[in-house]
Structures are given as C-alpha cells and as structure tokens.
C-alpha cells in the first residue's frame, strides 16, 4: 500500500508569506506527528494527533506554527509570517496506534525562506 | 530538558568491520528506546526498538542494541558491516509519559567495500 506522502516535497518562499505543508498518512493510521529537521541535526519534535485531535502541541516553537488535522486523516502545518530560521525539512510520520506502534516516516518537505 | 546525545558523528568503515554507534540519553523516568536509519535517497525507517523485557533487542538487518539502564545508553551493534549499511542512524527517546520522541543529532556511517 501506498506510504506516507508529503507535499510539496520542496518549497521556497519569501520572509513574511505564508506556507501550509501538507502531510497525508498511511490509510487507518490513528497517530500523526510532525517533526522538524534542521541541516546536521536529528528530527525535532513538533506535535502530535491521536485521529483529529491535537494532543501534543509542546514542540511547536512559537504562536506563527499550528497545525490541523479536521478530519483524523490528512494534516497540515501552517508556518506564519516565515522567517529564515523557519528553513528546514518538515517530517510527517504516522502509526497504527500510539507510540508503542512504528512510525512511519514521508519524503518530507523541504522549506527555504529566503 | 531531555536530552539524546549520539557522540560518533561521522564513522567510515571496511566492509566486515564490527559496528558499535552509542546513545545516551538524559530522562531520569522510564523510556521506550529506538533506533532509526536513513538510506541515501529514502525515508526515515525503524530498525529497532526497546519498550521492556530483554534489554539485548534484535531488529533489521542483523542489527540489534543492548539497553543499559545504569548507564542511560542503547547502543546500537552489528558484527560485520556491508556496504549496503551506509546510511545516517538516529537514536529517539520516547519518555513513558508523553507521545513525544527526542531524536539525537545522528551518526554518519560510510562503508567502504
């Protein structure tokens, strides 16, 4: 079947816009986490979704991050008012259950802010 | 804050080479324990993990870590090494009472045939 899958896969954008990444997980899986990955560093916890609630918030750096996912599937992270620190790859990883079940990780995406 | 701490950043090896990557990790309470690897080109993928019981886990590819509470490590082994193992490997630390994961900075394992 069909993995996780993220889009865009790249994507560069200027200081002040707007961006929404979109994560769409593997079919019937509960758990949805979003991660962030900065060049030569591990994945950053960001937050997490148990179906369409929003459970773990704490990774999120600052109020310009959230994160949505209406309908216990598909789940977007929306990044306000990008600065460049905001440049990273953005993971989206989901599982069958909670943390005891593996996480399975997308392509990720790729954010430039310029 | 807690903390996962990989001190071998970059390893090069001959093939057939025993391989041992440390993890260690800062959280005083229980854990669950994993290692992930990345494939040039791939995604992130699990290649082992650690909720309780033995604390020698086996997983992929003949890789298996041992889980040393004493010593807040899990470090990850592989008796003989092949090309094919060249890729980046993370250690992530899942604290008992939370559904968030804390990810070392990786290791860089190149494999020279």
């Known amino acids: 079947g069909a993995g996780v899958s993220q889009s865009p896969r790249y994507k560069v954008t200027k200081r002040g816009q707007d961006v929404a990444l979109r994560c769409d997980p593997i079919?019937?899986?509960?758990?949805l986490y979003w991660y962030r990955q900065a060049l030569g560093q591990g994945p950053e916890f960001l937050t997490y979704?148990?179906?369409?609630?929003?459970?773990?918030k704490s990774g999120l750096p600052n109020d310009r991050f959230s994160a949505e996912r209406p309908e216990g599937s598909i789940s977007t992270l929306t990044i306000q008012r990008t600065e460049q620190r905001d440049s990273a790859m953005y993971r989206c990883?989901?599982?069958?259950?909670?943390?005891?079940?593996?996480?399975?990780f997308g392509p990720g995406t790729r954010l430039t802010v310029l | 804050a807690q903390s996962v701490s990989q001190h071998n950043h970059h390893v090069i090896l001959s093939e057939a080479a025993s391989l041992e990557l440390g993890c260690n990790y800062s959280y005083g309470g229980t854990v669950n324990l994993f290692w992930y690897v990345q494939y040039p080109g791939q995604h992130l993928q699990l290649l082992l993990k650690?909720?309780?019981?033995?604390?020698l886990v086996k997983g992929i590819k003949g890789f298996e870590a041992e889980f040393i509470k004493s010593k807040f490590s899990f470090n990850l082994r592989k008796p003989s090494v092949q090309w094919s193992d060249t890729a980046e490997y993370f250690c992530a630390v899942n604290p008992y009472t939370g559904n968030q994961f804390y990810f070392g900075t990786g290791t860089s394992l190149t494999v020279i045939p």
């Open positions: 979704f148990n179906y369409e609630a929003q459970q773990d």
């Open positions: 990883a989901s599982s069958l259950g909670g943390y005891t079940d593996t996480q399975y």
């Open positions: 079919s019937g899986h509960v758990s």
């Open positions: 650690y909720f309780s019981g033995d604390p």
